[in-house]
């Protein structure tokens, strides 16, 4: 059986005990035996909503390895920026070429607020939406560690949970440019007012905008879980999905909160909180419709066995490590706030194809799209991320 790391209430356990059950019938049944697998093609168009602090760093590079596999263009930051114009509201002339390449972009997932009418000026009309989210209370905690140096309202608190004790002492709603960071950071992700009243029919509305705009939502809370659904909804190979989780941070770094403050969290980012709660119903209910939990339990077992073969074929250490144990600092992730963002270093002696594959697997966001970008618009000054780069011509 998965093993869930926590479970929202007896409601969310009674309905997985129903849906595995009934995934079970349905995936040994007679009749579906009998009908010859429906031959898929895999989907190239695909906008991801990357959002903060959820695993997106991971997707994003699992987006851009496909996109080289496939010589698939990709919508990058114009000019300098590291990112499409975030927190400013996304505007099509945010991406690079925009104004000549016009609606032929395949992929985008870098950071943004999400705009539907200007990304789909850049994006194909059949293009598939996904985002990810995350459970308000650990993505609260690991925001206020990420951003402690940024956010005035983290800055100006001693620790987690003395904010959380009474966070309107320090968050200013005028400030509200330098606090997105602070409450409902998902919910502003998604293009809507993170400070804005928690009214039913407000976030009814919302949910149902969100639900006509995405195709799918992800949980990261259950991440391998996400990427077969993904894999078998975009029709993707499991080596598409595989990865090496990044943009991690040590487990010291982690500030442990109290019963109050987990119950805080929910109140004070109570939209974020709605947000959370019906896609991650929605998102099981998927699981159960399109593969049934004994057919996801598989594949991930074969996912975590895949992921396992290839860091004993790229890691010299199996797992990350901390920023100063990093050989190559290109491999160096970029560090914020009191996190210590973890990285990752290659076994020596590779050849050449597997030593570039594991390069792929590990570099960090801001290298990534640097190099892309130097792929793409060979005629434009290169982006400067402020960290060494792992390839500094297009022949290496």
């Known amino acids: ?134 459970n308000p209370i650990p993505l609260l905690e690991s925001s206020y560690i990420y951003y402690k140096d940024y956010v005035p309202a983290f800055r100006n608190s001693k620790n987690v949970n003395e904010f959380l004790e009474s966070p ?46 995405f195709h799918l939502i992800l949980i990261a809370d259950y991440f391998d879980e996400s990427m077969i659904l993904l894999k078998h909804t975009l029709c993707w190979d499991l080596d598409d999905v595989i990865y090496f989780k990044l943009n991690s941070r040590s487990q010291d770094t982690v500030q442990m909160l109290t019963p109050e403050s987990e119950e805080q969290i929910k109140a004070w980012c109570s939209l974020d909180w709605k947000l959370y709660l019906h896609f991650n119903q929605s998102f099981w209910r998927r699981i159960e419709e399109t593969i049934g939990l004994e057919v996801l339990e598989k594949e991930v077992d074969h996912l975590r066995t895949r992921q396992k073969e290839l860091m004993e074929t790229c890691l010299s250490e199996q797992e990350a490590v901390r920023r100063d144990h990093i050989r190559n600092k290109a491999l160096l992730p970029f560090q914020s706030g009191a996190a210590n963002i973890l990285g990752y270093n290659l076994k020596q002696d590779l050849d050449n194809t597997t030593l570039r594959t594991c390069q792929k697997m590990v570099i960090p966001e801001l290298q990534y799209t640097s190099y892309l970008y130097a792929v793409q618009h060979p005629h434009k000054k290169r982006k400067n991320v402020g960290l060494p780069l792992l390839w500094t011509n297009l022949q290496e």
Not at 87 to 104: D, K, L, R, W, Y
Not at 178 to 193: E, P, T, V
Request: overall charge positive; some cysteine; aromatic content about 14%.
């Open 1 to 134: 059986l998965i093993i869930f790391s926590f479970c929202l209430g007896l409601s969310c356990l009674s309905g997985f005990l129903h849906m595995k059950s009934k995934s079970y019938r349905i995936s040994k049944s007679h009749e579906e035996l009998l009908i010859p697998p429906t031959p898929c093609h895999a989907k190239t168009n695909v906008m991801f909503l990357k959002t903060h602090k959820t695993a997106s760093s991971t997707v994003l590079n699992i987006m851009f390895r496909f996109a080289e596999r496939y010589n698939l263009t990709v919508a990058l930051p114009a000019d300098k920026l590291l990112h499409l114009g975030y927190p400013s509201t996304f505007v099509a002339h945010f991406v690079e070429g925009f104004e000549t390449i016009g609606q032929n972009y395949n992929i985008m997932c870098n950071h943004l607020r999400f705009n539907p009418s200007e990304v789909k000026k850049v994006m194909a009309a059949n293009t598939f939406y996904f985002s990810i989210l995350r």
């Open 168 to 213: 309107t002492r320090y968050y200013q709603p005028a400030d509200y440019r330098s606090n997105i960071y602070a409450r409902n950071i998902m919910w502003f992700d998604f293009g809507y007012n993170n400070n804005a009243k928690d009214d039913t029919n407000y976030t009814q509305a919302v949910l149902e905008e969100i639900e006509h705009n």
